[in-house]
């Protein structure tokens, strides 16, 4: 069963040189180090994964459960996403300065101060209506040991994948998807879409599992479908500098970014949103 839980993803390992000199030119311990961190890195916990997914089965409130999946089955991937951001001029821009945005989406007098109808004031009355916050972001993903997590990455990568996580909230409200199971679904599928991640690929694998045996009148992957087709047309949402954006008209950052509208989960919001929280 956990085979179908994990399809290949091409360019997600390392890459490790393998000429016959390679060794010649370099001192043993030097060599095993390079080898040691790489297959590390490149590692998965299958085991670990499905633990964790049986936690979060058993209580979907635990999102610190999502964070431990993401960390059981990233394998290399956060690595090709940051080498991915050096190819442009605004992600070395944004590696260079690895600008923190929880400053700002923190500040909530700044927030409120900003024009109605702008990102930063969406996200302010989007996490406040929620009860949310960017620290509980923070503190749900802290469950996984920086330590452990972080082994052999460098400082751009720990920047990113900490970045990843701080402008979870700013996708729903880019793509416009809420927080009930359906929206959160549809955002992993855009979210690892753009970032391609084995955990977030398995969330959405069981998500739709659940939904396909509990609801089977409702065929939740015309909507995943929906979430990845938004992904692949919208700008890559990790060399936007989003605190730039903040202040800006939502719809017009939307328009600039290529956000295209959620069209199928705003129907079965207004029409059937029972079906939102079936599962």
């Not at 994964?49 to 960390?71: G, K, S």
């Not at 920047?159 to 416009?176: E, F, K, N």
């Not at 599992?209 to 609801?215: A, D, G, S």
Request: glycine content about 6%; aromatic content about 8%.
């Amino acid at each position: 069963g956990w085979a179908l839980a994990a399809p290949s993803f091409a360019g997600e390992s390392p890459s490790i040189p393998m000429d016959s000199h390679y060794c010649d030119r370099q001192p043993q311990g030097v060599v095993m180090t390079k080898w040691t961190t790489a297959l590390m890195r490149r590692r998965v916990k299958p085991i670990v994964a499905w633990r964790a997914m049986r936690r979060l089965l058993a209580d979907p409130d635990d999102t610190t459960q999502v964070f431990n999946i993401i960390e059981a089955l990233k394998g290399d991937s956060l690595s090709q996403a940051t080498q991915r951001l050096r190819t442009s001029e605004g992600g070395r821009k944004l590696l260079q300065k690895k600008p923190d945005i929880v400053t700002k989406l923190n500040d909530r007098a700044w927030l409120l101060s900003l024009p109605a109808g702008s990102l930063g004031r969406t996200y302010y009355d989007f996490v406040h209506g929620e009860n949310l916050s960017a620290d509980g972001l923070i503190s749900s993903s802290d469950a996984v040991s920086r330590s452990e997590a972080f082994l052999g990455l460098s400082d751009d990568e720990i920047w990113l994948a900490d970045r990843l996580r701080d402008i979870h909230d700013l996708q729903h409200v880019m793509t416009g998807y809420g927080r009930d199971p359906v929206g959160e679904v549809s955002l992993l599928s855009f979210m690892t879409t753009q970032n391609p991640n084995r955990g977030i690929r398995f969330i959405v694998w069981i998500a739709t599992l659940q939904y396909l045996r509990q609801v089977p009148q409702f065929d939740i992957r015309t909507l995943i479908r929906e979430g990845a087709a938004i992904a692949r047309q919208a700008q890559w949402m990790p060399a936007i500098d989003w605190e730039e954006k903040l202040p800006q008209p939502l719809s017009a950052v939307r328009a600039e970014l290529g956000f295209q509208p959620p069209i199928r989960y705003q129907r079965l919001r207004d029409q059937a949103p029972q079906l939102l929280l079936a599962v």
